[in-house]
């Protein structure tokens, strides 16, 4: 008899195509097609057969999914909400609306019954004759196909996937009582590439990362992509649901809106948060600085790094480095390069000017790249010309991390004379992608119950994925260890597991 409930991907997840359409760059095709026309959410995800079943009680509510599962195929969710209001009851229902094809709420029927909910979707609030009708669940969880059937470019063949799996991930009945799912929380306002494309259209990178923490981490987890983009409303939406989760993965959260969550949550829950934006990309950059400064023969306190893109990523990266003996770096947005005083600055871009551009230097991307040794680029696609690469400095290390179009090609980027180049699709040499830290991180994280990433464990994180790739190995082709390579989640958990 079922005991526990999991989150588990339609397809295996066993080489580097199927990697690049579950999740980048393919992923971003779906996210484009829901933005266009929010209908299309039920052909490309598992909306149409994803139920929430929230009660005040995590058991029972466990207990009546595992019953739509096991008699309907119904791949329903187990939220416990805090006791409260009926006006919070219904704020938190009408904001998860975008995950979901209906509501349960019949185990607190008497709670809600005068409740009239503002949603699209169904809300069941007790008995009725048939339930799969009341829902209009369309189970899609059996699918079994040959991948070699897709065809077309890598973004088509993920529409075809999406479409024909309806989304990539599904519930699993298990005998073993497992732990509570991980919640990936978005608000839609900066989804890969795209910027704020909304809660809905972010579901296909929600259900990746998913399918990805259950393939590579065996961790279970469920997208919570949230209608509010308000930080206040978000924070108390995820405070209300605490007791459903094991840990909360937030994701996709532009800045600054994410520092205010991220802080506020860390300081108010009892369970992990971590912002993968934030500290996975942070982690895998300094692992692949780390690898590609060795091929170059240079010292992190000798070079100097340009970084395009100060939201989240830019920020937590920039950090990150500064605190591992990076003394030259500069950041730039949309306006420059970040430096004290700069009348554009927020209160987070001015704490960051306060610990970079040592040289006050005050121009813009072409003229900030002039000798630089290393670029990042966590911004927009095609921001990065061949002109530009011809003037850093040499054996110039660039990576082009924006997705799903990169700040430059590989091609033109080795061409302008790159001796390292790196994106963050899985279809180009080095991978330097979130999916190499995420799964590990978050696992360890919820096996030790470490509450807060701190700078040293992400440090030591980075320098155990780095060492991972031999000095056989090691070559500008192949600077950080395959995403799919077991010896990555372990070695991450490893690490997490020491506390150092």
Known sequence: MAQGIKVVPKIEINDKEILSLVYTPGVGSSCLKISENIEAEKIYTNKIDSVAVISFDYEQSLKRAIFLKSSLLID???LCIKQTTTHDLKFVAENIVPNFCGIDLSLISDYVKEIEFDVDIPVLKGVVPDIKE??????????????????????????????????????ELSRE?????????????????????????AIPVMEGKAALYAALAGVSSMPLCLKT????????IVQLLEDS??????????????????????????????????????????????????????EL????????????????????????????????????????????NNENLEALAQETNPN???????????????????????????????TMSDKAIVFALANPVPEILPDA???????????????????????????????????????????????????????????DELSPEKILPDPLDVRVVQRITDVMASKL
């Open 76 to 78: 329903a969710y187990p």
């Open 360 to 390: 006050q230097e005050k121009g813009k991307l072409e003229e900030e790249i002039k000798g630089a040794d290393v670029f990042i680029g966590l911004s927009k696609g095609n921001l990065l010309t061949p002109e530009m690469v011809k």
């Open 134 to 171: 009341f829902f209009g669940t369309i189970s899609r969880n059996v699918f079994m196909f040959n991948p070699a059937k897709l065809k077309g470019n890598v973004s088509e063949k993920s529409l075809q996937l999406h479409e024909l799996a309806g989304g990539v991930i599904e519930t």
């Open 413 to 471: 980027a080795k061409d302008a004379g790159a001796f390292i180049v790196g994106t963050g699709r899985s279809d180009f040499p080095n991978q330097i992608n979130n999916s190499l830290a995420f799964p590990g991180v978050f696992k360890g994280a919820i096996d030790g119950n470490i509450h807060k990433i701190t700078d040293e464990i992400k440090l030591n994180c980075a320098v155990a994925l780095a060492s991972i790739v031999s000095k």
């Open 301 to 344: 306190s000798d070079v100097k790094v340009i970084i395009n893109g100060a939201g989240a990523a830019g920020s937590a990266v920039a950090r990150l480095l500064i605190f591992a003996g990076v003394k030259n770096l500069i950041i730039l947005d949309s306006k420059g390069a970040v430096y004290k005083g700069r009348p554009q």
């Open 245 to 298: 989760f094991s840990g909360i993965h937030m994701e996709d959260i532009a800045a600054p809106a994410c520092f205010e969550i991220e802080n506020t949550l860390i300081d108010t829950l009892k369970i992990p948060v971590f912002h993968d934006d934030q500290h996975g990309t942070a982690i895998i950059v300094l692992a692949a600085v780390l690898n590609a400064l060795t091929l170059a023969n240079k």
């Open 177 to 201: 009582k497992n732990k509570k799912m991980v919640a990936i929380v978005s608000d839609g306002t900066a989804v890969l590439g795209f910027g704020n494309i909304g809660a809905d259209a």
């Open 229 to 236: 983009q308000n930080p206040k409303e978000v924070i108390k």
